[in-house]
């Protein structure tokens, strides 16, 4: 699906955005397209991707060219994944005066643009539910000999969630 949006789409976007020079959309629609957009599907896919990394942790194998290159990716992902959650956190709360800026909204709005501002935990909402989705892979993977604790475990994380959900209510109300 990316591959055709940056086959396809992104040559569009560019092309409309030197015929129509006066039109601030085209601007707009590749600037969220190299940032927003990447960003929010690395973020939907986080548990695909951490469940793949961490099953992967587990068949680590350097006997052949392709079961390095395949273990090489595992840990280049794992590295991303596990570092995501904390470079988002650092992200919003080094630029936590500059949200509502348009060059934050243009760049990382996705991040917080469905979240209120009046506390830094409230801003912290996707972050925490990566560490959440990389928890429920963890326990998964690792703790499949006993279906009973793997239950409870992923249990207790939801329950934490939305504890936090009702606690800290990120989100912003509708009208």
């Known amino acids: 699906m990316w591959l055709v949006?940056?086959?396809?789409?992104?040559p569009i976007m560019f092309l409309m955005n030197k015929l129509c020079k006066k039109v601030k959309l085209w601007e707009d629609l590749i600037s969220g397209f190299?940032?927003?957009?990447?960003?929010?599907?690395?973020?939907?896919?986080?548990?695909?991707?951490?469940?793949a990394v961490i099953i992967n942790t587990q068949f680590i194998k350097f006997?052949?060219?392709s079961q390095v290159i395949a273990t090489s990716f595992a840990f280049i992902f794992g590295a991303a994944c596990i570092l995501?959650?904390?470079?988002?956190?650092?992200?919003?709360?080094?630029?936590?005066?500059?949200?509502k800026k348009r060059d934050w909204k243009k760049k990382f709005g996705m991040l917080t643009e469905e979240c209120r501002t009046h506390?830094?935990?409230?801003?912290?909402?996707?972050?925490?539910?990566m560490y959440q989705r990389m928890l429920?892979?963890?326990?998964?993977?690792?703790v499949y000999e006993y279906p009973v604790m793997q239950c409870l475990l992923v249990i207790s994380f939801n329950i934490v969630m939305i504890a936090f959900l009702?606690?800290?209510r990120p989100f912003k109300e509708e009208n």
């Open 5 to 10: 949006a940056f086959l396809c789409i992104l």
């Open 166 to 168: 009702i606690v800290v």
């Open 84 to 99: 995501l959650p904390f470079m988002t956190m650092s992200l919003i709360y080094i630029n936590r005066k500059h949200i």
């Open 136 to 142: 429920i892979a963890g326990v998964i993977v690792y």
């Open 119 to 129: 506390s830094i935990l409230q801003l912290y909402y996707y972050p925490l539910f």
């Open 63 to 65: 006997s052949n060219r």
């Open 34 to 51: 190299f940032f927003n957009m990447p960003l929010r599907g690395f973020v939907e896919m986080y548990i695909e991707i951490v469940l």
